[in-house]
């Protein structure tokens, strides 16, 4: 039955059935969604000693198939502490690219074949993938993150509000899907003090302030990397000048993206004003490959 509310926060993640409910009965709410990167599974390592413990990390590699192709994986590091031992590693969510060839991870049933597979994917790992993790591995039923983007953040009518990734999922892949949804609240509840706790005055300025911010996180989190072959190994040594300037000359060389996501406060909006020369030219490349884009 009906139950009467002051305000309804929507924070049912990036499945939000009162999302989908705005979609369907509001024509000016504009929404976009797509699977991002494969399939995933996690696993819980030992962080290499290449890596620095405290901070998030992305590396690329490929497996070798037998018939000659290559297909990609993904390890993205989050830190941790090991529940029992209260050690420093990593939470790694790995993905790959899809195929369904035998000699896959999709088709590996052996935990020897997956550690074999994954350390030779990520020789700087140094066989640290132990067997352990690999049945990790195959013990799990593998997930899909999914990207979204909304034109507004509230419903004026109906006195909604949309929190965390109900409004604006980036599917994991710059690690501050939690931190965006506590700003979020944060702003919320600022915004209500400013106002004196009127909500028709609170919802539009929410979305005024948050929209922005969500809109920059997806493109700095979907877009960080170009796509094309050559462009991203121009990339790559694009990134290892910032993080050399940067050590040498902090004042005057910005380090890569990834590097101002998880080391400095800095609005995702300021992020990406600082870096947008750079993120334009890597979004327009993108599109070429169907890089989510959103309602654009």
């Given at each position: 039955g009906e139950r009467p509310y002051d305000v309804l926060i929507a924070s049912d993640g990036v499945n939000s059935v009162i999302r989908d409910t705005l979609v369907q009965q509001d024509p000016a709410f504009k929404f976009a969604s797509a699977p991002l990167n494969g399939t995933q599974k996690i696993l819980h390592l030992k962080m290499p000693s290449s890596l620095d413990p405290s901070a998030v990390h992305a590396m690329s590699g490929s497996v070798e198939l037998p018939s000659g192709a290559k297909q990609r994986v993904g390890f993205f590091w989050v830190p941790e502490r090991n529940r029992t031992t209260g050690g420093r590693q990593g939470c790694v969510l790995v993905n790959w690219g899809e195929s369904e060839e035998d000699g896959s991870l999709m088709k590996a049933t052996d935990a020897g074949q997956v550690r074999d597979l994954l350390n030779g994917a990520f020789p700087a790992l140094n066989g640290e993938v132990t067997l352990e993790a690999a049945q990790q591995f195959i013990d799990q039923t593998p997930s899909m993150n999914t990207v979204t983007k909304c034109s507004t953040y509230h419903n004026a009518e109906g006195r909604i509000v949309l929190l965390g990734d109900a409004a604006h999922s980036s599917g994991g892949a710059s690690g501050q899907g939690c931190n965006a949804a506590l700003q979020d609240a944060q702003v919320l509840d600022g915004i209500l003090g400013e106002v004196g706790g009127d909500l028709d005055a609170a919802l539009p300025l929410f979305s005024e302030r948050r929209?922005?911010?969500?809109?920059?996180?997806?493109?700095?989190?979907?877009?960080?990397?170009?796509?094309?072959?050559?462009?991203?190994?121009?990339?790559?040594?694009?990134s290892a000048f910032e993080t050399l300037g940067h050590r040498l000359f902090p004042k005057a060389v910005l380090p890569p993206t990834q590097n101002l996501l998880t080391q400095t406060d800095w609005d995702f909006s300021v992020i990406y004003g600082r870096k947008r020369r750079l993120l334009d030219f890597v979004k327009k490349s993108n599109r070429k490959y169907g890089v989510f884009t959103g309602y654009d």
């Amino acid at each position: 039955g009906e139950r009467p509310y002051d305000v309804l926060i929507a924070s049912d993640g990036v499945n939000s059935v009162i999302r989908d409910t705005l979609v369907q009965q509001d024509p000016a709410f504009k929404f976009a969604s797509a699977p991002l990167n494969g399939t995933q599974k996690i696993l819980h390592l030992k962080m290499p000693s290449s890596l620095d413990p405290s901070a998030v990390h992305a590396m690329s590699g490929s497996v070798e198939l037998p018939s000659g192709a290559k297909q990609r994986v993904g390890f993205f590091w989050v830190p941790e502490r090991n529940r029992t031992t209260g050690g420093r590693q990593g939470c790694v969510l790995v993905n790959w690219g899809e195929s369904e060839e035998d000699g896959s991870l999709m088709k590996a049933t052996d935990a020897g074949q997956v550690r074999d597979l994954l350390n030779g994917a990520f020789p700087a790992l140094n066989g640290e993938v132990t067997l352990e993790a690999a049945q990790q591995f195959i013990d799990q039923t593998p997930s899909m993150n999914t990207v979204t983007k909304c034109s507004t953040y509230h419903n004026a009518e109906g006195r909604i509000v949309l929190l965390g990734d109900a409004a604006h999922s980036s599917g994991g892949a710059s690690g501050q899907g939690c931190n965006a949804a506590l700003q979020d609240a944060q702003v919320l509840d600022g915004i209500l003090g400013e106002v004196g706790g009127d909500l028709d005055a609170a919802l539009p300025l929410f979305s005024e302030r948050r929209v922005p911010e969500g809109h920059a996180l997806l493109d700095l989190s979907i877009n960080q990397g170009p796509k094309g072959p050559v462009l991203r190994l121009l990339f790559l040594g694009l990134s290892a000048f910032e993080t050399l300037g940067h050590r040498l000359f902090p004042k005057a060389v910005l380090p890569p993206t990834q590097n101002l996501l998880t080391q400095t406060d800095w609005d995702f909006s300021v992020i990406y004003g600082r870096k947008r020369r750079l993120l334009d030219f890597v979004k327009k490349s993108n599109r070429k490959y169907g890089v989510f884009t959103g309602y654009d």
